[in-house]
């Protein structure tokens, strides 16, 4: 498989290096050199995806990443990431051998969280949703 690649942008700096800590924090590693300040105040810097972390990677039609996780005796596990059709964080879930577990953080387009949903053994036990907690 080639190398995947994937451009930065804000207008914020703050935000594109929090962004990008974001990514380097679920194995992107970031382009040295690769800052660049654009015309109409928008800052950009190139991640490059370590593959090595993940054996489950899927891109859409343009070779934008969609989903990258892991996949072990037929099962998901470990933490899974979904990307929206602009690269942004959309999903990111936790399995334990192919069952839901963990922390699954559901994201707003802008980049802040929508929601938490606590799984143990793929079962729903907590919902979090602007700032209301719901114990199941």
Known sequence: MKKIFKTIL????????LTVKKHVNIGWKKIENSYSYLWGNIHSTIIELDKNQY??????????????????????????????????FSKKTGYKKGL???????????????KIEIYENDELKKYIKDNEVINF
């Open 10 to 17: 804000n207008l914020n700096l703050l935000d594109l290096d």
């Open 55 to 88: 054996n489950y990677i899927k891109l859409d039609k343009y070779g934008n990443v969609k989903i990258i996780g892991n996949i072990k005796n037929n099962k998901k596990v470990k933490n899974w990431y979904y990307f929206d059709k602009k690269g942004n």
């Open 100 to 114: 839901k577990n963990g922390k699954w953080i559901f994201y707003k387009s802008c980049g802040t969280i929508d």
